[in-house]
T-cell receptor
Framework: DTGVSQDPRHKITKRGQNVTFRCDPISEHNRLYWYRQTLGQGPEFLTYFQNEAQLEKSRLLSDRFSAERPKGSFSTLEIQRTEQGDSAMYLC??????????FGPGTRLTVT | EDQVTQSPEALRLQEGESSSLNCSYTVSGLRGLFWYRQDPGKGPEFLFTLYSAGEEKEKERLKATLTKKESFLHITAPKPEDSATYLCAPKRDTDKLIFGTGTRLQVFP
């Protein structure tokens, strides 16, 4: 039974560059979530999908952020024109309907 | 506005010394409360879901309880491998989790 996987695990980029992260949920999980976590804080909700539909977006998700989940399987999170304040751990989680959310290992982004 | 407060922020215990972690919340439309364990540099690991006041769940040395305003995570006779950050997260009717900042637990042999 494979869990949630995320790629890459680490990303270092220069300010102003675009980055894209991928998340593969647990097989048959129809809901997929993105959270962001900074040091010493709990994860903060960014957005979530039910199948391919994006149902909710946090106001934390500025115009530079976009997420997709084509065909209701894997998801991508893109950040355009990165800023130093975007440095964080980006976490993906999946669930079957309204039940427990299982998290992946995260992608740690460092913007220099 | 939704609020989640976890206390203490950090807790140091001797191996075998039982204690409790607190999660107090003000969340409208509560649909459950989740507890997670997080090791440094890793994603949160699911522990429990509690759905109604009075509910209790146990897993090894951990027991979680829920009231209308707070949840407790009791740790009985902890071991060094229980050292981690413990996060609570109430869930609203919109399905998103609202995390506290966590309690950082260190258990010394």
């Amino acid at each position: 039974d494979t869990g949630v996987s995320q790629d890459p695990r680490h990303k270092i980029t220069k300010r102003g560059q675009n980055v894209t992260f991928r998340c593969d949920p647990i097989s048959e999980h129809n809901r997929l979530y993105w959270y962001r976590q900074t040091l010493g804080q709990g994860p903060e909700f960014l957005t979530y999908f039910q199948n391919e539909a994006q149902l909710e977006k946090s106001r934390l998700l500025s115009d530079r952020f976009s997420a997709e989940r084509p065909k209701g399987s894997f998801s991508t999170l893109e950040i355009q024109r990165t800023e130093q304040g975007d440095s964080a751990m980006y976490l993906c989680a999946s669930s079957l309907d309204i039940y427990e959310q299982y998290f992946g290992p995260g992608t740690r982004l460092t913007v220099t | 506005e939704d609020q989640v407060t976890q206390s203490p922020e950090a807790l140091r215990l001797q191996e075998g010394e039982s204690s409790s972690l607190n999660c107090s919340y003000t969340v409208s439309g509560l649909r459950g409360l989740f507890w997670y364990r997080q090791d440094p540099g890793k994603g949160p690991e699911f522990l429990f879901t509690l759905y109604s006041a009075g509910e209790e769940k146990e897993k090894e040395r951990l027991k979680a309880t829920l009231t209308k305003k707070e949840s407790f995570l009791h740790i009985t006779a902890p071991k060094p491998e229980d050292s981690a950050t413990y996060l609570c997260a109430p869930k609203r009717d919109t399905d998103k989790l609202i995390f506290g900042t966590g309690t950082r637990l260190q258990v010394f042999p």
